[in-house]
């Protein structure tokens, strides 16, 4: 028995480990303790993990194959692969130039044409290659890109966009209820809206002076400094509002913000406007101590200005300048002085008090009211600017406008001194691309109000680089519903966005909300917003009150040399 071999301390044991198997697919049936809480990234082979380095690859090849290295998945944060262009690190060894190989097609054409004289450069001409480069008396230069901003440092993709800022932070406690894309707004539409039906009038008009329809750039006229008050009241600070609210109507708002719904298809700047609702009924208004009343310049322009705020040419800089010649040429063009010489209605201005002797501009306001269907009217204040008198002794009441001119070089337009008195039309339709938005609101605007004529005067700086001088080089006038069309102005659009705004709030509860629209993106968020928002406690009534954005356009007519 002492011969016989014991296999057992000879040979290690072996024991059979334990195979599980997964029924329902492949990989191990449960998680072993080590790799508990470790996030998980699903992954398919077909997948692209990324590139270290590709030399055939360029920037314009990837915007067709934009999801190349995204997951099979959907979208993994954790593990997501982003592909980013990071050239800073790489350096080029080889810095000689590669002497192409002279282009033999057409030499002989080339030599023909300069011969006979029939060339572009016989006579010392100039003669583009097409290479960035300009003959110019047997000299090579470098031709100025007409496109402005693009050059090697982008190629020809242009530079990038710059990113604006929101009119009004949103913040944690706000809760975004819909989201209204501007392709859905295009297409709605409310048609059969009759004129609007007036319920009071308030204020005093001054007579329009038929000598500015004769300015034209040779007879130019500067533009004065006008000291007047111009009231920019909000609706719910409206006395003449709060009393109609309580008999007529179930929507309030001004023409200002009705304008800014009606037209918000066409405005690439951000706005916000309040909406309160109490019951049935619905008041829009603009936020205290805000820039709403600010005209935009070149806002649609294809080269915003993108200066920043220390240059005179910054957005927010020509909003200011654009407001305060607006303000003073709609008053300029007045007959002033003259107290018998106005047009009164029926009540007084409703923002200054009889004790109060200050000087007010020339507006007259009408409160008037739509039926929009489905127990819906609306209730707006509506503004006109002057009074005309025809012949007959009837009265044709103005909307009064301002274009300026700032710089025609770096705003890629029209030189007004050249072609305002014999093209007219192209310096509109530059307007009309640049500013968009702005004419649509003004139209709008002289729409609901229901004035005869819509007056356009065309202000230009002294100098380019001085805002304080200005000169009017002219005038032009329209009929609202007819310069509608010209501008592809829809109205029945118009009351459509503001109809699907207004059956968006009344589904809601009872509270605050705030449409927005997106800094960067078509599109129009409503929120619900807690009830104290925007809410300060050193505000009073608000009568008379005119926002952040004109104590900045005072700001600016006190700092200016002359008008």
Not at 311 to 336: D, G, M, W, Y
């Amino acid at each position: 028995m002492s011969e016989t071999i014991n296999t057992a301390a000879q040979f290690p044991s072996f024991e059979k480990p334990t195979v599980q198997f997964n029924e329902k697919g492949w990989g191990p049936c449960e998680l072993p303790d080590t790799f508990k809480d470790v996030p998980y990234q699903p992954f398919s082979k077909n997948d692209r993990l990324g590139k270290i380095c590709d030399w055939t690859s360029t920037s314009n090849n990837d915007k067709k194959y934009q999801n190349k290295y995204a997951s099979t998945f959907g979208t993994g944060n954790q593990y997501a692969y982003y592909h980013e262009e990071d050239e800073t690190t790489f350096h080029l060894v080889d810095t000689a130039r590669v002497q192409k190989p002279p282009h033999q097609r057409g030499r002989f054409r080339n030599m023909r044409n300069s011969r006979s004289g029939r060339g572009r450069n016989a006579r010392g001409g100039l003669n583009t290659h097409g290479h960035g480069m300009t003959t110019l008396n047997s000299k090579n230069v470098k031709a100025r890109d007409p496109r402005r901003g693009v050059g090697k440092r982008f190629g020809n993709r242009g530079p990038p966009p710059k990113m604006r800022e929101s009119s009004v932070a949103v913040r944690a406690d706000w809760a975004s209820i819909e989201e209204m894309d501007f392709p859905r707004l295009i297409k709605l539409s409310l048609p059969n809206i009759k004129e609007g039906e007036d319920i009071t009038t308030c204020g005093t008009l001054e007579y329009y002076d038929k000598t500015y329809d004769r300015i034209n750039v040779k007879n130019e006229k500067p533009l004065q400094k006008i000291d007047r008050i111009v009231h920019t009241v909000t609706t719910t600070d409206d006395p003449v509002i709060r009393r109609l609210s309580k008999t007529i109507g179930n929507v309030f708002a001004t023409d200002a913000i009705l304008a800014t719904i009606m037209c918000s298809t066409r405005s690439n700047y951000s706005w916000d406007i309040v909406i309160e609702k109490v019951g049935e009924k619905i008041f829009m208004d603009k936020r205290d101590h805000t820039e709403f009343d600010l005209l935009t310049v070149n806002e649609t322009s294809v080269e915003p200005p993108t200066d920043d705020d220390s240059s005179c040419n910054s957005p927010r800089n020509l909003a200011i300048e654009a407001t305060f010649i607006n303000h003073n040429f709609s008053q300029q063009v007045l007959k002033t002085g003259d107290q018998e010489a106005k047009y009164k209605f029926e009540e007084t201005n409703p923002f200054i008090s009889e004790d109060e002797d200050i000087q007010v501009a020339s507006v007259g306001y009408r409160y008037k009211k739509w039926e929009l269907g489905s127990d819906i009217v609306l209730v707006a204040r509506c503004e006109h600017d002057g009074v005309l008198q025809t012949p007959s002794g009837e009265p044709q009441f103005l909307s009064i406008k301002a274009l300026n001119e700032w710089d025609s070089k770096l705003a890629n337009g029209v030189e007004w001194r050249q072609k305002l008195d014999t093209q007219r039309g192209a310096v509109l339709a530059n307007e009309l691309r640049n500013n968009a938005c702005k004419l649509a609101k003004w139209t709008v605007q002289a729409v609901l109000a229901g004035s005869d004529q819509l007056k356009l005067g065309y202000v230009s700086r002294i100098n380019p680089r001085d805002h304080s001088r200005h000169v009017i080089l002219g005038t032009q006038q329209f009929k609202p519903h007819e310069f509608a069309t010209q501008i592809n102005l829809s109205m029945d659009n118009a009351w459509g966005i503001l109809r699907c705004i207004i059956d968006l709030v009344m589904k809601q509860k009872d509270g605050k909300y705030l449409i927005m629209k997106d800094p960067n993106k078509p599109i129009i968020r409503l929120y619900d917003i807690p009830d104290n928002t925007f809410d300060s406690d050193d505000s009073d009534d608000g009568e008379g009150d005119d926002g952040e954005g004109f104590q900045q356009v005072y700001n600016y007519a006190n700092n200016s040399n002359k008008i």
